[in-house]
């Protein structure tokens, strides 16, 4: 069973914040899909090793050299929702006065 | 007749005759999205100008004969990176993110003279069976406007289904490409793990994403396949494999193939009518010279949970990109850096993603990896082995592709397992990398395309383009076209 407290310490870790209704809607959606999920657990998997990728290719290395495709320092800021001085911006890294800890 | 119903060798040599200019095929795709867009919502962006005036550049130039692709409309789907061309993935958190660089297959097909008609509807991030997951809208199917058209790659199938453009490019992690195909009647197909470049793929399950093809008629496919396949410097996981020109493999006959058809896929929880209509497709593959064979992939019913689990965990991964801080959606009214993220993210996506997230994460966290990522992982492996040695003996595996037709518009949305088991069929394809298609195989007493799976060894797509043109021109099944029945309002 998937307890609510689970739920919030899951989404903690995945830096989502939810909503009373949005915890509760997940709570039981994540215990039925985690429940089917356990299902695995009838499977004899004893020395059978883990396929975590499927690429026939082995160590593809490159050479040690700059790529460039022709994009600039501009072409790359132009999607940042807050720029200065040619650098990205973003709030300061500590609270300012309140707090909420 | 629209002019994008004839084949892509009719229309090249049209083109290379002076008979027709690749504006006529620009603006008749234009004139049909401006027809049955409203209802149908496939495109989150039509490249209106940008494609008319490439095929203005394009007739001034002149098509040669061997530019087989020039002047031919195609779009992505939204997952897909076009450069300055919004790009969203389906989501708020990419409501305004235009890239500054084009995927490779996107840069391939454009140096083949192809043409960028716009971005397809896709669920948010590729994760759902029905589009409706989309931030932007739900898009409906032209065979039932009060259908889904299946998904993730729904806008793309109803886009091509429906006359709007030629073809269209899709993404496949467990079914995205091959279920919505079935569901609009048109062929498409997941290449093996490694043949298409995925760099500018906007990354969900990195060990089972791929680029792939849809279009109504086979060799169509082959042709856009052979020209977007191949090694990438900038994808390690791309094949150095030979590619093969796919389009020989059309017209060779069949005869001696050995199918192997799963029992499971015609088990409990198989619509009895799709059950029949793949039956009378195995029956015209004998009739053609197939070889059929029954056999078993007993660990079929394993696939969903374990896919669940490992699938999810790599999107967990992979979205932890999306922060608010380089680009897209970034959240008002933060007190902090962690808040910047924790806001955005939770502002920018929506439910299915927020689930999968979860999941991912919870399969990852301490205490849990061995029970669920490890476990999942060993299952996979057992997974590739039972069709490995299925395709060992056998040149193709046929069954449905999904376990029922297009289902109404808002009746499972509520209900995120039951929308999981519609990928069962198809998400072992992708947990042994192998290339998977679904072929128009008729329709269902409703009206609706049921489609047939064909699954073939890792880099043979030449066996299924094969057999897939071979079962085409016995059934001609692409001739009936999507009625844009329903959809009252």
Excluded: C
Aim: hydrophobic share 40%.
């Amino acid at each position: 069973m998937i307890s609510k407290n689970d739920v919030t310490h899951v989404a903690n870790l995945a830096r989502l914040s939810l909503s009373q209704d949005e915890i509760d809607r997940f709570t039981s959606q994540l215990d039925q899909i985690i429940a089917m999920e356990d299902e695995l657990s009838h499977v004899e998997t004893e020395g059978v090793k883990p396929t975590t990728h499927i690429t026939d290719e082995v160590n593809v290395f490159r050479n040690d050299v700059v790529v460039n495709d022709g994009i600039t320092r501009e072409d790359l800021l132009s999607n940042v929702p807050e720029t200065k001085d040619g650098l990205i911006k973003v709030p300061s890294i500590i609270d300012k006065g309140e707090t909420d800890a | 007749m629209s002019l994008l119903d004839k084949d892509l060798e009719t229309l090249h040599q049209e083109l290379v005759a002076g008979d027709i200019k690749a504006t006529d095929l620009v603006e008749q795709s234009l004139d049909t999205i401006e027809q049955r867009d409203p209802q149908l919502n496939a495109f989150i962006t039509v490249n209106a100008q940008q494609a008319l005036a490439d095929a203005v550049a394009l007739d001034e130039k002149g098509i040669k004969a061997e530019d087989k692709l020039a002047g031919i409309p195609i779009a992505y789907k939204d997952n897909i990176v076009t450069k300055n061309i919004l790009t969203t993935a389906g989501s708020k958190i990419l409501n305004n993110f235009e890239p500054v660089y084009d995927a490779t297959v996107v840069e391939k097909l454009s140096q083949a003279g192809m043409i960028n008609l716009g971005k397809t509807n896709m669920d948010e991030f590729a994760m759902g069976s029905s589009t409706e997951s989309s931030y932007f809208k739900p898009t409906h199917n032209p065979w039932d406007l009060d259908r889904v058209p299946g998904g993730s790659s729904g806008g793309s199938a109803a886009a091509v289904a429906a006359g709007e453009v030629f073809a269209a490019l899709g993404s496949d992690t467990g079914g995205s490409i091959r279920q919505p195909s079935a569901y609009n009647g048109i062929f498409g197909i997941k290449p093996t793990y490694g043949r298409v470049s995925r760099w500018g793929l906007i990354a969900f399950g990195s060990s089972f994403d791929q680029i792939g093809v849809m279009t109504k008629r086979v060799k169509d496919s082959a042709y856009i396949l052979t020209a977007m396949s191949g090694k990438d410097a900038k994808d390690s996981t791309s094949s150095k494999q030979e590619v093969p020109d796919f389009t020989k493999f059309v017209g060779q006959d069949i005869k001696g193939l050995r199918v192997a058809v799963p029992d499971e896929f015609f088990g409990d929880g198989i619509d009895e009518e799709v059950k029949t209509q793949v039956e009378k497709g195995l029956k015209v593959l004998e009739d053609l010279g197939a070889v059929i064979d029954h056999v078993q992939l007993p660990y079929t019913k394993y696939a969903v949970p374990a896919y669940y689990v490992l699938a999810s965990s790599e999107a967990s991964s992979n979205l932890q990109r999306f922060d608010g801080i380089r680009y897209g959606y970034r959240a008002e009214d933060v007190k902090n850096l962690e808040d910047v993220y924790i806001k955005s993210r939770s502002e920018g996506f929506g439910s299915e993603v927020k689930r999968r997230i979860m999941l991912g994460t919870f399969a990852l966290s301490a205490g849990f990896y061995d029970a669920y990522f490890n476990k999942a992982a060993k299952v996979r492996t057992l997974i590739k082995q039972d069709y490995e040695r299925v395709l060992a003996d056998h040149d193709l595996i046929v069954g449905p592709t999904s376990p029922d037709t297009a289902f109404k518009i808002g009746a499972i949305v509520s209900d995120p397992l039951k929308l999981y088991y519609k990928d069962i069929l198809t998400i072992s394809s992708n947990m042994a990398g192998v290339p998977s298609a679904s072929v128009p195989a008729g329709f269902d007493s409703k009206g609706l395309p049921v489609g047939m799976q064909m699954v073939a060894k890792r880099f043979d797509e030449g066996t299924i383009f094969k057999a897939a043109a071979a079962f085409e021109a016995a059934t001609k099944y692409y001739e009936v076209k999507p009625s844009f029945k329903g959809g009252a309002r």
